[in-house]
Each structure stands twice: as C-alpha cells, then as structure tokens.
C-alpha cells in the first residue's frame, strides 16, 4: 500500500504536478519543507552531502500529504511550535528514529509516527533511504474533530504523546491508501469541496482512535462523563437552546454555579470555553438549516432565525468550521444547486 501514492492516479497513470517534485538544492527542499509542515532546522548526517530529495504534495480539506524524502541521511530540530502542526509520519522506505518518552523509537516500512509539534519537542533522524508519506495537521483541525466526535477537547496528556502506531497491513494504512486513491482518481478534487472535507474527517478522526489508544486517553463515555454534572448540565442547556442563545450567565445560575466557575470547568473539562461551546452548537444548527430549509428561504433569513446578525463575522466563523460559506452550503441544499 501507499507505494506509488502521489505518484501514479487510481487508474496506474503518471499524476501531472504543478511544482518541482525532485531537487538537489538544499535551499530549494527547505522552503518546500518549510510550506508543508513548518520551520525546523536539518543537518545532514555526512558533511557536505547535497539531497536528492522527493517532494510532492496534495491537499484533503485542511490536511497536507506529502510523499517525501531528503535522499540523504538527515537529523531534523527545533521544530517551530507557533505553526500549531501535528506531523504524522508514514514510512514507505528504509526507517526513521524519533524522539519518544523513554527511549527514541524506530519506524520502519508500513509503520507510523505522531507527534504535536506545537505542544511538544521533537527531533528525528532519518537514514539515507528514507521516503516517506507524511501528514501535516492543524492541531484546531483536531480539536474541531474531537468536540463534533467526542463532545470535548482532551488535554495535553493526549496532545503531548509521541506516539509509534499502525503497521504493514494496518486499517491506517488502507485509510491512507483510500484517500491517496480519491485524490487522484478521474477529476480533480477541490480541496475544500465535500470530498476534500469528508477524506479530512475520516482522517482525523481514526488518528484520533489511534492516537488515543497509544496514550491511554479515553475518547468514548469515560472521558466526557468525568466532567462535573455542572458542566454536563450546561451542555444540555445549550444544545437544547441553541437557538434562543441564552446567556452563559442565565446558564450558571440555572446549573448553580457562578459564571466563573462554569467558565473554569469547560476550560478544564472541555478545552473550550462556554461561549465558544454554544457558538459551535448554533453553528451546527444554523448548517443543518441550511441544508435542509425550503428552497424559498434565504441565507439571511435562515441565519437571521439563529440570531446571527454580523454576517461579515458569520461568515468567517462558518468557513472555519465547515470549510465553505454559508451560502456555498445553502446552493448545494437548493434544486440545480452545486
């Protein structure tokens, strides 16, 4: 699997790529480096070793694969935390030694490797062979997915994991075969069209699983229930009103805490605040209106339902969740829309 991702389309024929995919110039690999997972600092292994490097790259909503590989035996630091990307690293080719907890851990053909460079430090040193088909994340793009999945944010005892997971024959490669497959089948794929976002999703969110599961972090009922009934409470609140808006002061007292301290615990429990929590469910609600209202009602209208008045900042709310405009999503919902 993954052999000739981003290199031949679904049908077993040479993909077409806009940019240089090979260079020797060590300039020329860092600022493609540089663009498709962030600043970082490499030193070759052998003095004076120029690369041979393999670089393209494709896009699946706001995830960034790359098939890649310096050509040359690297050691890879000071990976720029203010990026705010996660980096999962898939071996094709030859192995890759990163830092890990305890001691570094080695991914070979077929393996993978996740680390959040914008919570943690990280280097890797990759031999000679290398090549590798790489994700580059947003970490808001995996907190979205975990709050619409799960019904919170894990803390930093997720975020903070370095950890080595799949294999050869694992679901997470067949996933990736899957979404390299779409990208380059017969038509282009838009990155931020539905099918772009929908490989994001499943894409995010089985690295969620995985990544979960290799920090014994509890994704499913565990992790959401042990927050106080106070928050639990208030989520029902405004899931359940998300149209009328209520203010997070009008929940505090319902729920019988102060404004503060239910701010505290969906900052603690949650990673959100309570604002944030009702915007993201009026946000939802305001989308699934949009797809499914009659065909006379407008975005205006619809928007105006759910209490949105500033469409100027709607709209860029909207977009950051859902990956489009609203009134892309009201066309598609439409007779003879796209």
Same mark, same amino acid.
């Given at each position: ?18 940019? @240089? ?12 480096? =540089? ?6 600092? *490499?030193? #070759? /292994?052998?003095?004076?070793?120029? #690369?041979?490097?393999?670089? %393209?790259?494709? =896009? ?8 890649? &590989? ?6 890879? $630091?000071?990976?720029?935390?203010? !990026?705010?990307? %996660?980096?999962? /690293? ?9 830092? &890990? ?16 460079? &914008? @919570? ?16 580059? %994340?947003?970490?808001? *793009? ?12 894990? $803390? ?31 038509? #282009?794929?838009?990155? $931020? ?9 499943? %894409? ?29 409470? !208030? ?10 808006? #209520? ?52 975005? &205006? ?36 829309? $796209?």
């Amino acid at each position: 699997m993954l052999e000739e991702a981003l290199v031949l389309d679904s049908l077993g024929l040479p993909i077409r790529h806009d940019r @240089r995919t090979h260079s020797t110039d060590w300039d020329e690999v860092q600022e493609f480096c =540089k663009s498709v997972y962030m600043p970082y600092r *490499v030193r #070759p /292994l052998e003095r004076l070793s120029r #690369p041979d490097a393999t670089m %393209i790259s494709a =896009k699946a909503g706001r995830v960034t694969m790359t098939r890649f &590989s310096y050509g040359t035996g690297i050691y890879l $630091d000071r990976f720029d935390p203010e !990026a705010g990307n %996660i980096l999962v /690293l898939n071996t094709l080719r030859g192995a890759l030694s990163h830092q &890990s907890h305890d001691a570094p851990a080695t991914t070979r053909a077929g393996e993978s490797f996740v680390v959040d460079c &914008s @919570r943690t430090d990280y280097w890797l040193q990759g031999d000679p062979d290398h090549m590798q088909f790489n994700l580059t %994340i947003p970490h808001q *793009v995996m907190e979205e997915t975990a709050q619409r999945w799960f019904g919170f944010v894990p $803390d930093d005892t997720l975020w903070t994991s370095r950890i080595k997971f799949g294999g050869p024959q694992s679901a997470w490669l067949r996933l990736l075969d899957y979404a390299a497959r779409t990208l380059n089948g017969p038509g #282009p794929v838009p990155a $931020d069209g539905a099918l772009g976002r929908h490989l994001e999703e499943i %894409i995010c969110l089985e690295l969620l699983r995985q990544w979960a599961a290799g920090a014994g972090v509890v994704l499913d009922q565990g992790a959401r229930c042990a927050a106080p009934r106070y928050v639990r409470q !208030a989520e029902e609140i405004m899931e359940a009103e998300a149209r009328a808006a #209520p203010t997070i002061g009008d929940i505090a007292q319902r729920v019988g805490v102060s404004a503060r301290t239910l701010s505290g615990g969906f900052r603690r429990f949650r990673g959100i605040s309570p604002r944030g929590f009702l915007i993201a469910r009026r946000l939802d609600g305001l989308h699934h209106d949009l797809r499914t209202a009659p065909a006379h009602r407008t975005v &205006s209208d619809i928007a105006a339902d759910w209490g949105f008045a500033n469409f100027g900042a709607l709209a860029g709310r909207y977009r950051e969740r859902f990956g489009e405009l609203p009134s892309h999503t009201r066309a598609r919902a439409r007779p003879g829309g $796209d």
